[in-house]
């Protein structure tokens, strides 16, 4: 990252969205600091532990259903075989019995099995005749049982640190027998909206106001567990104030994020700004469409990203590079999200150049079963009613012109 302002914002140079996304990350460092917590206030943040399992998972040989208990040893030719059935096995007991050899036990799903008994036999398999159990099928050892360590043995790994702990995670921490775990501390998150033109929905609007959407946008983008969130609203664009919050940001946030102020004209503050509150900064023409101008800085141990004040230049740049470089600064192993192939519905012609996410309705499946898209309106950087209805954005290659009805292309499903 360079110092001050002098970056590609002045120069007719285009990052891939790949290299600008590089340099993104390449400054954004995980967190450091670390908290244990129960495991129920663990839920929803971010693990900072590798973690193996504290027992057997499962700790014993249990029933994986509810039926009889046998030992095969105590069958003879068939073709039908009947046992007098000794007691009951339930979950939580202790798995001990005083059954005789040629008995079985009535068991129940998740009780342990006796140590000398090696198969259960399904209910629905079976006829309870007063109390003697007759079956016609031969099980065979091990039938129906779930032994112990089959899922894993304890000390083997569990989870990698930096997952987010969501259902499936928590249910395996519990099993394996964490009662608290250590996770990363919350990220203090920062954000707010650059333009004197602002004002908040539900307000009366003036000639050349416009409503805040942005705000509300990243406020839904950020409701996150592992976030602790400080949402400073709209910012007029006086440089006085804006430096005034910015500075303020920086000293108390691991990340500010902000829209607007970051392009070149005579109202956009935010690299100079920056620079003079002793940031580093790195301004870039992304070749991406929607989505240009992004900023990205870095004062003491605050990261900045700085986005395009178009709503849907906001967000795509957002998705695409902002929320992965918060992602790694959280601490999380963050994986973006993974494309589907799709097949456009209708021609697409446009000039190359730039990387063009375009909001798409899908329509439909092709005869491989792959999404059918119908491609929305070109021009929609600041149309943010047109993001809301679509499905998701197809992926549409820089160097593209004119694709037939029926190409495959990559898409991002909402």
């Keep these: ?93 202790r798995g001990d019995h005083d059954a005789p050899e040629g008995s079985a036990l009535r068991i129940f799903t998740g ?21 003697r159990v007759r079956f016609s099928r031969r099980p065979k050892p091990g039938q129906n049982i779930r032994r112990a360590g089959e899922d894993l ?3 083997g790994p569990i989870l990698q640190r930096g997952c987010e702990i969501g259902p499936r995670e928590v249910a395996a921490l519990a099993s394996a027998g964490y ?19 602002l004002r908040q929905p539900g307000e009366p609007l003036g000639l050349g106001q416009i409503y805040n959407s ?15 969130l400080n949402d400073r609203g709209p910012v007029e664009d006086d440089p006085a104030r804006l430096g005034r919050v910015l500075r303020e940001a920086c000293d108390t946030s691991d990340l500010i994020v902000t829209t607007g102020g970051v392009s070149v004209g005579d109202e956009d503050h935010m690299p100079r700004l920056f620079s003079e509150i002793g940031g580093e900064t790195d301004v870039m023409k992304v070749a991406m469409k929607p989505g240009k101008p992004v900023m990205f800085g870095r004062r003491g141990r605050a990261l900045y990203v700085g986005l395009p004040g ?41 000039h190359a150049g730039r990387q063009e996410y375009r909001p798409i309705q899908i329509d439909g499946t092709s005869p491989d079963g ?44 909402f």
């Design 153 to 155: 043995f304890a000390g």
């Design 310 to 350: 178009n709503p849907v230049s906001a967000y795509v740049t957002w998705q695409i590079i902002g929320s992965q470089m918060m992602a790694r600064r959280a601490g999380l192993r963050h994986m973006p999200q993974t494309p589907v192939q799709a097949v456009l519905a209708e021609p697409l012609h446009r």
């Design 1 to 93: 990252m360079a110092d001050g302002c002098a970056c590609d914002r002045h120069a007719n140079v285009y990052l891939s969205v790949d290299h600008a996304l590089e340099r993104g990350l390449s400054v954004a460092d995980p967190l450091t600091e670390t908290e244990t917590l129960p495991l129920k206030q663990a839920i929803g943040r971010v693990l900072a532990e590798d973690c193996t399992s504290k027992v057997d998972m499962p700790a014993f040989d249990n029933s994986a259903m509810d039926g009889y208990a046998i030992r095969t040893r105590d069958l003879g030719d068939g073709p039908v075989f009947e046992l007098p059935v000794a007691g009951r096995v339930a979950a939580g007991d």
């Design 370 to 413: 792959l999404p059918r898209l119908r491609l929305m309106a070109p021009s929609y950087s600041g149309r943010v009613a047109l993001l809301a209805q679509a499905d998701g954005l197809v992926i549409i290659p820089a160097e593209a012109e004119d694709l037939p009805a029926g190409h495959t292309l990559e898409l991002l499903r």
């Design 111 to 131: 009780a342990p099995v006796p140590p000398d008994f090696d198969a259960v036999l399904m209910q629905e398999d079976c006829d309870l005749v007063i109390d």
């Design 179 to 197: 009662g608290e775990v250590l996770v990363s501390r919350k990220l203090k998150v920062t954000i707010f909206s650059t333009g004197s033109e």
């Design 214 to 228: 942005n705000r509300y946008m990243l406020l839904a983008l950020l409701q996150k567990p592992w976030i602790e």
